[in-house]
Nanobody, 119 residues
Framework: QVQLVESGGGLVQAGGSLRLSCAAS????????MGWYRQAPGKQREMVAT???????KYADSVKGRFTISRDNAKNMVYLQMNSLKPEDTAVYYC?????????????WGQGTQVTVSS
């Protein structure tokens, strides 16, 4: 009953920028944590950036200073502004949400969007 829809992926040259968007819809009481994870070929999925409903953000060391996560709680959306992109940022990026529905919490994932950074 909850869907995460991502957009904004694509192909960009090294040093360029992309902005990913994710919209959560459905039966939602509140969203505790929203964030972005990524998975490159041959690697495990890793956390990129997360944001709690209290405004606490976390970033992977590899993206600190380059990526910025933001939320629009009224619209149940989360964004990832990616600047100074590097080829090693190439991966499938997944939106994540920890959703409270009634008195239970559930994890939801988007379908993923491909980000490719060329040299």
């Amino acid at each position: 009953q909850v869907q995460l829809v991502e957009s904004g992926g694509g192909l960009v040259q090294a040093g360029g920028s992309l902005r990913l968007s994710c919209a959560a819809s459905g039966s939602i009481s509140s969203i505790n944590v929203m964030g972005w994870y990524r998975q490159a070929p041959g690697k495990q999925r890793e956390m990129v950036a997360t944001s709690t409903n209290g405004g606490i953000t976390k970033y992977a060391d590899s993206v600190k200073g380059r990526f910025t996560i933001s939320r629009d709680n009224a619209k149940n959306m989360v964004y990832l502004q990616m600047n100074s992109l590097k080829p090693e940022d190439t991966a499938v990026y997944y939106c994540y949400a920890d959703v409270r529905r009634s008195w239970y919490n559930y994890d939801y994932w988007g379908q993923g969007t491909q980000v490719t950074v060329s040299s």
